[in-house]
């Protein structure tokens, strides 16, 4: 898990949380992460990487989870996002719940999360 503070945000505020969830977590062959709104201004979204080692931001493939959808970034393969988009429609409820902070710590999301 880690955090980060928005950009826009004054110095000392509070930083949202951004999880990184390894292959073993999910089932998938990719480190995806999921995150909180904490003021951006898009809907949910997960990205994804096959390592989680990232040079740049650019590095993760962004993909929305409600009209699931590649938004930005490299893509996966087309069996990939087929896995993703199973993950994903699989575990909504709970990715849209930590995205809005009624799922408010890592640990919980976890549990809530189903395996693919």
């Known amino acids: 898990m880690d955090s980060f503070a928005h950009p826009e945000e ?3 505020q509070a930083a949202y949380e951004v999880a990184n969830l390894r ?9 995806v992460w999921i995150s909180q709104q904490a003021g951006a201004r898009h809907d949910v979204q ?14 993760l493939g962004t993909y929305a989870v409600r009209s699931f959808r590649h ?8 069996d990939e996002e087929k896995l993703l988009r199973r993950w994903v429609e699989l575990n909504q409820q709970a990715l849209v719940d930590f995205w809005d902070a009624r799922i408010e710590y890592t640990e919980d999301v976890l549990k809530a999360l189903t395996r693919i």
């Not at 292959?23 to 480190?31: C, M, Q």
């Open 71 to 78: 938004v930005e970034g490299p893509r996966l393969s087309s």
């Open 46 to 59: 997960v990205k994804v990487a096959h390592s989680p080692k990232l040079r740049e931001a650019s590095d």
């Open 23 to 31: 292959p073993e977590t999910t089932g998938l062959p990719f480190v």
């Open 10 to 12: 004054a110095q000392g």
